[in-house]
């Protein structure tokens, strides 16, 4: 049973009908549904290839890109992803809802039954273990429930699963502004100094999304470097305060993606890791079921596997922040500090 149909439970749900498993997904919206996160890490690409999804992927024709520039409180530098023997690797600008849409309608396609819209309400139990849970489709039971519905974290709130903070409260907003994108190229640019950073991509012909992340307090307005273009329906806000629900494994479940742990996207391989926690969950719920691995080892090698990505990006970025600190921050002045640390 798996909540959730963002890439981390449509990954899961995918890689458990390839094992043989019965598998059931609950999704809450309609889609095509909104969802910020568009600029993919080219590690998706080998992810599509195994999800059987690649063509459908090249089909939609998103814009491809070799990396990024970066303004970190200093001058401008081109961050290339890298290159091997077939030639460079190239990053994917990813329409979200039309991403989603094909990994759902795959997961479909591989024998999944999607409930949709329909919303997972709470982990049924039996002593500790979950065994299903209530849904607006009444109740289901399954060996193994997977969480993954996103940075709101379900079955943290709902199974009393503590979720550990690691920085201070972080929101981020975000938007979309349509004009002639000429001035910015084709690839991302990330623009940080001693108050935060902003995030521009160039999404769709003639239009641009925005990310920005004010380290004291949220900004609602577009950056100023987009203020020629129009902005295109209104702000939203994210919560992207770093965090981790360290008990992300245990009695009969497993939680995926944002819903284990989130860190502010200035990394922005946020759905990467999601594909990527998704097919672990299922990949050794689907060697516990086959008897080849016991149940509290598989737990307790997706709890270190969650544990180790959260503990290296935190760090990663840390470490950045803290360079901003020594530099643009003294000239801030106190009120732009920023005190991030793992
Ligand atoms: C402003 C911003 C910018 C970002 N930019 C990037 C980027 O450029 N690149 C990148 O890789 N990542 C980015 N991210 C991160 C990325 O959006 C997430 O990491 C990714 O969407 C996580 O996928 P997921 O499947 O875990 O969760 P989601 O994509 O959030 O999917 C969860 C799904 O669960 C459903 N759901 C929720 N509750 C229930 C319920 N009770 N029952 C049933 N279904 C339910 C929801 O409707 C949703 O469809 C960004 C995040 C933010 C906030």
Same mark, same amino acid.
């Given at each position: ?5 963002? $890439? ?27 969802? $910020? ?79 949709? $819209? ?57 938007? &979309? ?56 329906? $209104? ?17 009969? &479940? &497993? ?88």
């Amino acid at each position: 049973m798996i909540a959730g149909g963002g $890439p981390a439970g449509s990954a899961a749900a995918i890689w458990c009908a390839r094992h043989g498993l019965r598998t059931v997904l609950l999704e809450t919206q309609s889609f095509p549904r909104d969802r $910020p996160g568009e600029s993919l890490h080219p590690g998706v690409e080998p992810l599509f290839r195994q999800l059987g999804v690649e063509r459908a992927e090249e089909a939609a024709g998103f814009p491809r890109y070799r990396g990024h520039w970066v303004s970190w409180g200093g001058p401008w530098r081109f961050e290339e992803f890298g290159s091997d023997s077939t030639g460079p690797w190239l990053g994917i600008q990813a329409w979200r809802a039309t991403l989603d849409s094909i990994l759902l309608e795959a997961a479909r396609g591989a024998g999944v039954e999607v409930l949709q $819209p329909c919303r997972a309400l709470a982990p049924m139990r039996e002593g500790k273990r979950i065994v299903g849970v209530s849904s607006e489709a009444g109740e289901i039971r399954a060996r193994f429930t997977i969480d993954a519905t996103g940075s709101r974290h379900w079955l943290s709130r709902k199974a009393g699963l503590p979720t550990r903070r690691a920085s201070p409260r972080l929101i981020a907003t975000y938007g &979309y502004c349509a004009g002639d994108p000429d001035v910015f190229g084709e690839e991302p640019v990330l623009e940080g100094n001693g108050t935060g950073w902003v995030w521009i991509a160039p999404v769709r012909p003639a239009l641009c999304a925005w990310t920005r992340l004010r380290f004291n307090h949220p900004d609602r307005h577009p950056p100023p470097s987009l203020r020629d273009m129009q902005p295109t329906g $209104p702000t939203r806000g994210a919560d992207v305060t770093w965090r981790i629900v360290d008990a992300c494994a245990g009695d009969g &479940y &497993y939680v995926a993606g944002d819903a284990a742990s989130v860190i502010d996207p200035a990394s922005s391989h946020g759905v990467l890791k999601a594909l990527m926690s998704g097919i672990l969950a299922a990949d050794l719920i689907a060697r516990v079921h086959g008897g080849s691995l016991p149940e509290s080892a598989a737990g307790e090698a997706f709890r270190e596997w969650t544990a180790g990505w959260f503990r290296r990006d935190t760090k990663r970025l840390a470490e950045l922040y803290a360079q901003i600190d020594r530099t643009d921050l003294r000239r801030s002045g106190p009120g732009g500090r920023v005190r991030l640390r793992p």
